[in-house]
T-cell receptor, first 115, second 109 residues
Framework: KAGVTQTPRYLIKTRGQQVTLSCSPI?????VSWYQQTPGQGLQFLFE???????NKGNFPGRFSGRQFSNSRSEMNVSTLELGDSALYLC??????????????FGEGSRLTVL | GESVGLHLPTLSVQEGDNSIINCAYS??????FIWYKQESGKGPQFIID?????DKRQGQRVTVLLNKTVKHLSLQIAATQPGDSAVYFC????????FGAGTRLTVKP
Protein backbone atom coordinates (compact mmCIF):
# COMPACT_ATOMS: atom_id res chain seq x y z
CA LYS A 1 0.00 0.00 0.00
CA ALA A 2 1.32 3.45 -0.87
CA GLY A 3 2.82 5.51 1.93
CA VAL A 4 2.30 9.13 2.81
CA THR A 5 3.07 11.34 -0.17
CA GLN A 6 4.19 14.92 0.16
CA THR A 7 4.60 17.43 -2.63
CA PRO A 8 6.65 19.26 -3.55
CA ARG A 9 9.76 17.64 -2.10
CA TYR A 10 11.89 20.76 -2.43
CA LEU A 11 11.05 24.39 -2.99
CA ILE A 12 12.69 27.77 -2.72
CA LYS A 13 10.78 30.93 -1.93
CA THR A 14 11.66 34.49 -1.04
CA ARG A 15 10.66 36.44 2.02
CA GLY A 16 7.10 37.73 1.91
CA GLN A 17 5.86 35.05 -0.46
CA GLN A 18 3.43 32.34 0.50
CA VAL A 19 3.67 28.59 0.04
CA THR A 20 1.24 25.68 -0.06
CA LEU A 21 2.36 22.14 0.71
CA SER A 22 0.32 19.04 0.00
CA CYS A 23 0.01 15.72 1.77
CA SER A 24 -1.78 12.57 0.68
CA PRO A 25 -2.23 10.16 3.58
CA ILE A 26 -2.16 6.39 3.47
CA UNK A 27 -5.39 5.05 2.04
CA UNK A 28 -7.93 4.66 4.82
CA UNK A 29 -6.18 7.03 7.21
CA UNK A 30 -8.36 9.94 8.19
CA UNK A 31 -6.03 11.76 10.54
CA VAL A 32 -3.28 13.99 9.17
CA SER A 33 -0.83 15.98 11.24
CA TRP A 34 1.88 18.41 10.24
CA TYR A 35 5.28 19.07 11.77
CA GLN A 36 8.10 21.52 11.25
CA GLN A 37 11.62 20.17 11.63
CA THR A 38 14.63 22.45 12.02
CA PRO A 39 18.12 21.79 13.38
CA GLY A 40 17.57 24.27 16.19
CA GLN A 41 14.06 23.41 17.31
CA GLY A 42 13.74 19.79 16.28
CA LEU A 43 10.33 18.40 15.43
CA GLN A 44 7.49 20.69 16.37
CA PHE A 45 3.82 19.97 16.04
CA LEU A 46 1.89 22.34 13.79
CA PHE A 47 -1.65 20.98 13.61
CA GLU A 48 -3.76 17.89 13.23
CA UNK A 49 -6.83 17.30 11.11
CA UNK A 50 -9.43 14.59 11.23
CA UNK A 51 -12.49 14.43 9.02
CA UNK A 52 -11.81 17.91 7.66
CA UNK A 53 -11.73 19.43 11.16
CA UNK A 54 -8.70 20.83 12.90
CA UNK A 55 -8.34 18.87 16.13
CA ASN A 56 -5.22 20.37 17.64
CA LYS A 57 -2.93 23.24 16.92
CA GLY A 58 0.63 23.82 18.01
CA ASN A 59 2.24 27.04 19.07
CA PHE A 60 2.78 28.66 15.67
CA PRO A 61 1.66 32.08 14.43
CA GLY A 62 -1.46 32.54 12.36
CA ARG A 63 0.65 32.67 9.19
CA PHE A 64 0.62 28.89 9.39
CA SER A 65 -2.67 27.36 8.40
CA GLY A 66 -3.99 24.13 7.03
CA ARG A 67 -7.01 22.29 5.84
CA GLN A 68 -8.17 18.81 5.04
CA PHE A 69 -10.37 17.72 2.20
CA SER A 70 -13.11 15.12 2.12
CA ASN A 71 -10.70 12.56 0.66
CA SER A 72 -8.41 13.13 3.69
CA ARG A 73 -5.74 14.87 1.64
CA SER A 74 -4.36 17.87 3.47
CA GLU A 75 -2.63 21.10 2.62
CA MET A 76 -0.75 23.53 4.75
CA ASN A 77 -0.08 27.12 3.87
CA VAL A 78 2.47 29.57 5.16
CA SER A 79 1.92 33.20 4.29
CA THR A 80 4.34 36.11 4.44
CA LEU A 81 7.33 33.82 4.58
CA GLU A 82 10.23 34.64 6.88
CA LEU A 83 13.79 33.35 6.78
CA GLY A 84 13.09 31.34 9.91
CA ASP A 85 10.41 29.36 8.12
CA SER A 86 13.12 27.45 6.27
CA ALA A 87 12.62 23.90 7.43
CA LEU A 88 11.58 20.40 6.57
CA TYR A 89 7.81 20.16 6.79
CA LEU A 90 6.62 16.68 7.59
CA CYS A 91 3.17 15.26 7.24
CA UNK A 92 2.02 12.15 9.06
CA UNK A 93 -1.14 10.13 8.82
CA UNK A 94 -2.78 7.72 11.20
CA UNK A 95 -5.95 5.79 11.74
CA UNK A 96 -6.49 7.31 15.17
CA UNK A 97 -8.06 10.67 15.73
CA UNK A 98 -8.11 13.28 18.40
CA UNK A 99 -5.25 12.69 20.81
CA UNK A 100 -3.05 11.19 18.13
CA UNK A 101 -3.02 8.00 20.13
CA UNK A 102 -1.52 5.65 17.65
CA UNK A 103 1.23 5.00 15.22
CA UNK A 104 2.08 7.85 12.90
CA UNK A 105 3.26 7.20 9.36
CA PHE A 106 5.42 10.01 8.08
CA GLY A 107 6.06 11.21 4.59
CA GLU A 108 9.54 12.18 3.45
CA GLY A 109 8.80 15.85 3.87
CA SER A 110 8.85 19.06 1.88
CA ARG A 111 12.06 20.99 2.29
CA LEU A 112 11.38 24.71 2.15
CA THR A 113 14.16 27.24 1.77
CA VAL A 114 13.31 30.90 2.22
CA LEU A 115 15.80 33.37 0.75
CA GLY B 1 6.84 25.03 29.47
CA GLU B 2 6.95 21.28 29.73
CA SER B 3 8.91 19.45 27.10
CA VAL B 4 10.46 16.20 26.11
CA GLY B 5 14.23 16.15 26.10
CA LEU B 6 17.09 13.80 25.45
CA HIS B 7 20.15 13.41 27.62
CA LEU B 8 22.74 13.03 24.87
CA PRO B 9 22.78 14.49 21.39
CA THR B 10 25.14 11.81 19.99
CA LEU B 11 25.92 8.21 20.72
CA SER B 12 28.59 6.08 19.09
CA VAL B 13 28.66 2.30 19.53
CA GLN B 14 30.53 -0.64 18.08
CA GLU B 15 28.66 -2.96 15.76
CA GLY B 16 27.25 -5.84 17.75
CA ASP B 17 27.08 -3.93 21.01
CA ASN B 18 23.86 -2.93 22.70
CA SER B 19 22.74 0.70 22.49
CA ILE B 20 20.76 2.64 25.06
CA ILE B 21 19.17 5.93 24.14
CA ASN B 22 17.61 7.96 26.92
CA CYS B 23 14.81 10.47 27.11
CA ALA B 24 13.44 12.61 29.92
CA TYR B 25 9.92 13.95 29.89
CA SER B 26 8.43 16.49 32.21
CA UNK B 27 4.68 16.18 31.68
CA UNK B 28 3.57 13.60 34.21
CA UNK B 29 0.13 13.53 32.59
CA UNK B 30 1.51 12.12 29.32
CA UNK B 31 0.21 8.62 28.88
CA UNK B 32 1.60 7.41 25.59
CA PHE B 33 5.16 7.41 24.35
CA ILE B 34 6.71 6.52 21.03
CA TRP B 35 10.22 6.10 19.70
CA TYR B 36 10.96 7.09 16.13
CA LYS B 37 13.97 6.53 13.92
CA GLN B 38 14.89 9.04 11.23
CA GLU B 39 17.42 8.22 8.58
CA SER B 40 19.03 10.91 6.50
CA GLY B 41 16.65 12.33 3.93
CA LYS B 42 13.66 10.41 5.20
CA GLY B 43 10.75 11.03 7.50
CA PRO B 44 10.64 9.53 11.00
CA GLN B 45 9.74 5.87 11.19
CA PHE B 46 7.86 4.29 14.08
CA ILE B 47 9.95 1.88 16.14
CA ILE B 48 8.01 1.04 19.26
CA ASP B 49 5.48 2.54 21.62
CA UNK B 50 4.49 2.15 25.24
CA UNK B 51 1.55 3.26 27.31
CA UNK B 52 1.88 4.65 30.80
CA UNK B 53 0.32 1.57 32.39
CA UNK B 54 3.35 -0.44 31.28
CA ASP B 55 6.98 -0.41 32.40
CA LYS B 56 8.53 -2.35 29.55
CA ARG B 57 7.72 -3.37 26.05
CA GLN B 58 9.78 -5.46 23.68
CA GLY B 59 9.94 -5.56 19.94
CA GLN B 60 12.32 -7.08 17.50
CA ARG B 61 15.80 -6.21 18.86
CA VAL B 62 14.34 -3.17 20.63
CA THR B 63 13.03 -2.66 24.13
CA VAL B 64 11.46 0.45 25.58
CA LEU B 65 11.54 1.06 29.31
CA LEU B 66 9.35 3.58 31.06
CA ASN B 67 10.08 4.85 34.55
CA LYS B 68 7.20 7.07 35.57
CA THR B 69 8.70 7.81 38.96
CA VAL B 70 11.56 9.77 37.43
CA LYS B 71 9.79 10.49 34.15
CA HIS B 72 12.38 8.68 32.08
CA LEU B 73 12.10 6.71 28.88
CA SER B 74 14.80 4.63 27.25
CA LEU B 75 15.24 2.70 24.05
CA GLN B 76 17.51 -0.31 24.05
CA ILE B 77 18.73 -1.74 20.76
CA ALA B 78 20.30 -5.18 20.94
CA ALA B 79 23.19 -6.20 18.72
CA THR B 80 23.36 -2.81 17.04
CA GLN B 81 23.91 -2.94 13.30
CA PRO B 82 25.20 -0.34 10.83
CA GLY B 83 21.65 0.04 9.54
CA ASP B 84 20.64 1.31 12.97
CA SER B 85 22.65 4.48 12.41
CA ALA B 86 20.09 7.29 12.46
CA VAL B 87 18.60 9.97 14.67
CA TYR B 88 16.24 8.62 17.30
CA PHE B 89 13.41 10.68 18.74
CA CYS B 90 11.21 10.03 21.69
CA UNK B 91 7.74 11.53 21.70
CA UNK B 92 5.11 11.97 24.34
CA UNK B 93 1.42 12.33 23.75
CA UNK B 94 -1.23 14.09 25.74
CA UNK B 95 -3.27 16.39 23.54
CA UNK B 96 -0.71 16.42 20.78
CA UNK B 97 2.58 14.74 20.09
CA UNK B 98 5.75 16.44 21.33
CA PHE B 99 9.17 15.25 20.28
CA GLY B 100 12.53 15.33 21.97
CA ALA B 101 15.54 16.90 20.31
CA GLY B 102 16.85 13.59 19.02
CA THR B 103 19.97 11.49 19.55
CA ARG B 104 22.23 10.66 16.64
CA LEU B 105 23.33 7.05 16.85
CA THR B 106 26.46 6.11 14.92
CA VAL B 107 27.43 2.48 14.62
CA LYS B 108 31.11 1.79 14.02
CA PRO B 109 31.98 -1.37 12.06
Amino acid sequence: KAGVTQTPRYLIKTRGQQVTLSCSPISGHRSVSWYQQTPGQGLQFLFEYFSETQRNKGNFPGRFSGRQFSNSRSEMNVSTLELGDSALYLCASSLAAGRMDGELFFGEGSRLTVL
Amino acid sequence: GESVGLHLPTLSVQEGDNSIINCAYSNSASDYFIWYKQESGKGPQFIIDIRSNMDKRQGQRVTVLLNKTVKHLSLQIAATQPGDSAVYFCAETLNDMRFGAGTRLTVKP
